[in-house]
């Protein structure tokens, strides 16, 4: 019998095209996760829309009403992740920051992407900083969710070149190019149940299937 697929919820709060990245690998009968839920803070996010066109179970938990009480606000999703019988999580453009308890509650299994390489430029602008900076390389980190901004272990990454003449928009239009490949790598490594956190470092298990199509799904 194979092993059931992880029920995954992924939260947003816009387009959520790394979303999108994500169902489309869940196609695959073969991909560990399972997205039963796209749960966004805003009602008009153009993803739900995108989720509802795939049968998938949406809803919205609005922050505004909780007033900056982002304990009870962080409450409410968790109550709507247990009626779903969500097991893992996945941030994709939610534009909230989640409060201590909630992240330890989800501890190694929940994750987020980051468009830099990690642990360089938290925060945001990100591409000018590292144009202004004069990086050789930039690029995007997924990582376990940890309270302290983008601090968490580190699943996957991917570098690109910045280029003479890159400035924010270009860079940042080749860096979700690779987003959209690295984050559900790092999804189905979760759900597969192929990563351990030692520390800070995150071991990745390997296997034969891995030498022998290392295209898949998964983005070497």
């Given at each position: 019998m194979s092993n059931p697929k992880m029920r995954t919820a992924i939260l947003i709060s816009g387009r959520g095209s790394n979303m999108?990245?994500?169902?489309e690998a869940a196609r695959n009968k073969d991909y560990p996760a399972e997205i039963a839920l796209v749960l966004a803070n805003n009602a008009d996010a153009k993803g739900l829309e995108t989720a509802a066109a795939e049968g998938i179970a949406t809803a919205v938990v609005d922050h505004r009403p909780f007033k900056g009480d982002r304990e009870a606000f962080d409450a409410e999703i968790q109550?709507?992740?247990?009626?779903?019988?969500?097991?893992?999580?996945?941030?994709?453009?939610?534009m909230r920051i989640l409060t201590p308890g909630f992240v330890d509650k989800w501890r190694?299994?929940?994750l987020n992407i980051h468009p830099s390489l990690?642990?360089?430029?938290k925060g945001l602008h990100t591409h000018q900083r590292a144009i202004d900076t004069g990086c050789?390389?930039?690029?995007?980190?997924?990582?376990?969710v940890r309270a302290d901004m983008d601090s968490g272990p580190i699943i996957t990454q991917a570098a690109v070149p910045v280029l003479d003449d890159d400035d924010e928009?270009?860079?940042s239009a080749r860096i979700l190019v690779m987003e959209h490949k690295v984050y559900p790598r790092a999804v189905a490594l979760v759900a597969g149940g192929r990563t351990r956190v030692e520390g800070m470092?995150?071991?990745?298990?390997?296997t034969d299937e891995d030498?022998?199509?290392p295209s898949r799904f998964l983005f070497h």
């Open positions: 999108t990245a994500i169902l109550s709507v992740l247990e009626a779903n019988g969500i097991e893992l999580v996945v941030l994709a453009g939610f190694d299994r929940m990690l642990p360089s430029f050789r390389l930039a690029g995007c980190t997924v990582h376990f928009d270009s860079l470092r995150v071991i990745i298990a390997q030498s022998q199509s």
